[in-house]
């Protein structure tokens, strides 16, 4: 059976439409890849989102060392994906620390069915699809998921 990675953005959604499509899609587990797990958004920041996860059965890990830095979010908000991307990779995953974060996403997709998390709903505007790209070369098929 081949390994599949999920990834979702909660812009535009709500918590209930949010956690069905979890659910719909048999996540097992929410790897939260924000640097700053919180939101203006009501139960989307780290704590409500992880109690409300946890009551649907699906686990919860932050993974804030795969967050994308500030000058990264501002490149991004910009509509400027290039240079969101340059950043991503040269300031979080070319690092040994970077590295060693995306070898614990590996472990916890390879564990079971994971979905990255992130804000943007298009997956093409965030560093998701980087981590996304990272994964399928390491074997996993890839699901964008829309809430």
């Known amino acids: 059976m081949a ?8 812009e535009g959604a709500d918590t ?3 956690t069905a499509a979890l659910r719909a899609a048999g996540v097992a587990r929410l790897a939260d890849v ?3 797990a919180a939101s203006r958004k009501r ?3 780290k704590t409500a989102l992880a109690a409300g996860l946890t009551e649907a059965g699906i686990g919860y890990t932050h993974l804030r060392t795969l ?11 910009a509509h ?6 340059r950043i991503y990779c040269e300031e979080v995953l070319e690092t040994g620390t970077g590295q060693a974060a995306l070898d614990e996403l ?16 298009d997956p093409e505007r965030c560093h998701r699809r980087i981590l ?7 074997g996993f098929a890839v699901v964008d998921l829309f809430a």
């Open 3 to 10: 390994k599949v990675l999920f990834t979702i953005g909660y």
């Open 16 to 18: 209930e439409r949010f």
């Open 34 to 36: 924000r640097a700053v």
């Open 43 to 45: 139960g989307f920041s």
């Open 67 to 77: 967050g994308t830095p500030k000058a990264g979010r501002e490149a991004a908000r």
């Open 80 to 85: 400027d994906a290039g240079l969101m991307r």
């Open 106 to 121: 590996t472990a916890l997709a390879e564990a079971g069915p994971t979905c990255l998390l992130c804000f943007e709903r």
């Open 132 to 138: 996304s790209e990272r994964l399928a070369g390491r």
